[in-house]
């Protein structure tokens, strides 16, 4: 049984960061490719961010682009996003997501397996 675990969700002003966790239990965290995405009240679920199996290839929306950063720590089974310049149209429900090993991972959200519980981030102007 695979789980992921995220954490570091909150409230904070427009310009300022905050970065977000997810710890996956279960299973070898170097298996995976491994995304972030966010879902807006009333907005389908859209990509974020997403990093291969082993960290070498990134890729990024255009909206989070230069401001967000993705990174994966395998030793520890965590992945994380650097949150940087935040604003409000940023405010989503963000979910960490687990898929096949991939060098290169997809920016399709079908393609992941195994999801996290979702953490709330809000930013206020």
């Known amino acids: 049984q695979v789980q992921l675990v995220e954490s570091g969700g909150g409230l904070v002003q427009a310009g300022g960061s905050l970065r977000l966790s997810c710890a996956i239990l279960?299973?070898?965290?170097?298996?995976?490719?491994m995304g972030w995405f966010r879902q807006a009240p009333g907005k389908e679920r859209e990509f974020v961010a997403a990093?291969?199996?082993?960290?070498?290839?990134?890729y990024y929306a255009d909206s989070v682009k230069d401001r967000f950063t993705i990174s994966r720590d395998n030793a520890e089974n965590t992945m994380y996003l650097q949150m940087n310049g935040l604003r409000p149209e940023d405010t989503a429900v963000y979910y960490c997501a687990a898929g096949p090993r991939r060098f290169r991972p997809s920016r399709m959200s079908n393609d992941y397996d195994y999801w996290g519980q979702g953490t709330q981030v809000t930013v206020s102007s």
């Open positions: 990093m291969g199996w082993n960290g070498d290839v990134t």
């Open positions: 279960g299973r070898p965290f170097s298996t995976y490719a």
